[in-house]
C-alpha cells in the first residue's frame, strides 16, 4: 500500500499545517510519517519506521493520565516528547491528539552525516540511525528538546514522496506487545529491527 502527502523538497510543515497533519488517529500518522524527512539543526534524515501508541494503551506513557514525565504528550498535535528507557538511552515521540503518540524508530540518515557518526562513533550508515536510542544519539536528542513544536527549532519535518508500507506487532514491549503498530518502509536497510 502506498500514501502520498507531499512531494520530495516539499517546505517544512508550519503552524495550521502542522497541527492538521499531527491532529489525527495516531496510526494514520504513524503511517504517514513514514518518508517524512526530519531534521534536528544540520543534521537529520528520511523516517523509515515509526510505533502507534494511544491513551487506553497499555504499553503507552500516557496510559494513566498526565504526569510530570509525560506532560508533553498532552501538549499540542506536533508536539515533541523525549523520554528515557533503561536508564541510558533517549526516545523521540511526536504528539498526535491528547495522549496520543508516534515513537520514531529508526531513519535513512541524509544530513550531517559526519557528525552523526562522531555522535555515534559508528561508521556504518545503515546502524547509525536504526532504533530508538541510536536515533537521538546520532541526532543529538535529549531531554533539553522535550516539549517544543516540530516547526520550532531545532527541528523542521517536511513531507515527502510516496512510500510502500510494510506493518507489524510493535517491539521492545511487553503489554499490548500484539498490536500491529508498527510501520516501516517495505525494503528499507534503515530499520531497527526487520519486520516479519
Given at each position: 500500500m ?20 499531527f ?17 534536528v539543526?544540520?543534521?537529520g534524515?528520511?523516517i ?32 515533541v516528547y ?19 503518540a ?12 559526519a557528525?552523526m ?6 561508521h556504518a ?18 531531554f ?21 508500507i ?23 536497510r534503515?530499520l531497527?529491527?526487520p519486520?516479519?
Amino acid at each position: 500500500m502506498t500514501h502520498a502527502i507531499g512531494a520530495i523538497g516539499a517546505a517544512p510543515l508550519v503552524g495550521p499545517d502542522l497541527t492538521q497533519f499531527f491532529e489525527r488517529d495516531a496510526i494514520a500518522v504513524a503511517r504517514d510519517l513514514l518518508g517524512c524527512h526530519l531534521r534536528v539543526g544540520d543534521v537529520g534524515g528520511r523516517i523509515t519506521e515509526t510505533e502507534a501508541y494511544y491513551p487506553d494503551d497499555e504499553a503507552s506513557h500516557s496510559f494513566r493520565g498526565p504526569t510530570q514525565r509525560n506532560g508533553a504528550m498532552f501538549g499540542q498535535p506536533g508536539n515533541v516528547y523525549v523520554y528515557r528507557i533503561y536508564g541510558m538511552h533517549w526516545c523521540l515521540n511526536f504528539v498526535c491528539t491528547p495522549g496520543s503518540a508516534v515513537l520514531i524508530r529508526a531513519l535513512e540518515p541524509e544530513a550531517g552525516i559526519a557528525a552523526m557518526t562522531g555522535r555515534r562513533n559508528n561508521h556504518a550508515l545503515t546502524q547509525l540511525c536504526s532504533g530508538p536510542g541510536k536515533l537521538c544519539q546520532a541526532l543529538g536528542i535529549d531531554f533539553t528538546l522535550n516539549d517544543r513544536l516540530l516547526d520550532r527549532p531545532p527541528f523542521s519535518i517536511a513531507p515527502s514522496s510516496p512510500v510502500e508500507i510494510i506493518a507489524g506487532k510493535r517491539i521492545g514491549i511487553t503489554k499490548n506487545a500484539e498490536a500491529p503498530w508498527r510501520f516501516g518502509i517495505s525494503g528499507s536497510r534503515y530499520l531497527s529491527k526487520p519486520f516479519r
